[in-house]
């Protein structure tokens, strides 16, 4: 009697594990991921402006935002008020309730 109880328990038990498993699979239609991947982008949206470009334009603006850029000269005034807008964070970063 003992024995066909735990014969019972043990078969519902890895049942139940294997409808589980069933429960955790994705849906059939589901494009895998490796297939995705391995898909030819045909056109693209820019990161600047979210316009439509071509592969070879994407491609393009890529290697243009990858090239590092040249520093702008400035108006000295602003400069400094950049310069001042930081020491203003910083100090308000080392005492919260300063109100500079």
């Known amino acids: 009697m ?10 519902l038990s890895f049942g139940l594990v294997g ?24 056109e693209a949206r ?3 402006d979210g316009e439509l470009l071509t592969a070879a334009e994407y491609a ?3 290697e243009k935002l990858s ?3 040249a520093f702008i000269d400035l108006d000295p005034n602003l400069e400094q008020l950049i310069l001042l807008l930081h020491i ?13």
Do not use: H
């Not at 109880?5 to 043990?10: A, E, H, S, V, Y």
């Not at 429960?23 to 391995?38: F, G, H, M, S, W």
């Open 60 to 62: 393009e603006l890529e």
């Open 19 to 42: 409808i589980q498993e069933g429960l955790a699979l994705p849906p059939p239609e589901d494009i895998p991921e490796e297939v995705l991947r391995n898909e030819i982008i045909l």
């Open 67 to 69: 090239q590092p850029q």
């Open 2 to 11: 003992m024995n066909k109880l735990l014969c019972l328990g043990i078969g």
């Open 88 to 100: 203003r964070k910083t100090i308000n970063t080392l005492i919260p309730f300063a109100n500079f």
């Open 46 to 48: 820019s990161p600047l």
